[in-house]
């Protein structure tokens, strides 16, 4: 079965500043999709970012971008220049390809100190 | 163009009873998935359904089901409520089964308290 871990539960960071988001995940899968979704407290989730397992280079999306190590199974966010408005939780997910299904990790609350 | 709405936001039920949640998708979207959210278990698959077929079905106890209609609103059952079934419930739609270049679009979630 896959999983996916989030193994910081918690992560703060100065406005203005860069900031790290750790995801590790473990499937036999050759092809599939990684995701970074925010829920900030309106409870929505939000795709912030997608990444396909067969591509090499790494998304971007305006501030957010990834770090994709398929042979290592690491999927990192890198959040520039953090805004207020970039408070929220954090989740990794993983599908298969040609499935709709997620699997999401623990989360990661992010914080942003004015 | 109207996002994926759930209702009823908030829901209070007790123990024994049943309930039923609604998701209506983003129009021309014809794949609709459900999520259990929890503190203790994160974000949980509980199906997924496209063209009124179930085509996919998380680890829940049948207590949990759901169906599509022929216009793609899509409503959960859970019956026989347990306090552990106190949870947010997400409803998220795509325009396609395949998923492949078809990101899931989330609702706002229903609140489900059980007492």
């Known amino acids: 079965a896959q999983t996916v871990t989030q193994s910081q539960p918690e992560m703060s960071v100065q406005e203005a500043e860069t900031v790290t988001l750790s995801c590790t995940y473990d499937t036999s899968e050759s092809d599939y999709y990684l995701f970074w979704y925010k829920q900030p407290p309106s409870r929505q989730m939000i795709l912030v970012i997608r990444?396909?397992?067969?591509?090499?280079q790494n998304a971007t999306e305006n501030r957010f971008s990834v770090n994709f190590q398929k042979a290592a199974k690491s999927f990192s966010l890198k959040i520039s220049d953090s805004q207020l408005g970039d408070a929220a939780m954090y989740f990794c997910?993983?599908?298969?390809?040609?499935?709709?299904?997620?699997?999401f990790g623990q989360g990661t609350r992010l914080t942003i100190n004015p | 163009k109207a996002g994926v709405t759930q209702t009823p936001r908030y829901l209070i039920k007790t123990r024994g009873q049943q309930v039923t949640l609604s998701c209506s998708p983003i129009?021309?979207?014809?794949?609709v998935s459900w999520y259990q959210q929890t503190p203790g278990q994160g974000l949980q698959f509980l199906f997924e359904?496209?063209?009124?077929?179930?085509?996919n079905k998380g680890n829940f106890p049948g207590r949990f089901s759901g169906r599509q209609f022929s216009n793609s609103r899509s409503e959960m059952n859970v019956s026989t409520l347990e306090l552990g079934d106190s949870a947010l419930y997400l409803c998220?739609?795509?325009?396609?089964?395949?998923?492949?270049?078809?990101?899931?679009?989330f609702g706002n979630g229903t609140r489900l308290t059980v007492t």
């Open positions: 990444q396909e397992a067969y591509k090499q």
């Open positions: 359904y496209f063209s009124e077929t179930q085509r």
């Open positions: 998220a739609s795509s325009l396609s089964w395949t998923g492949t270049n078809s990101p899931l679009h």
């Open positions: 129009s021309g979207h014809r794949s």
């Open positions: 997910a993983y599908s298969k390809k040609g499935a709709q299904k997620l699997v």
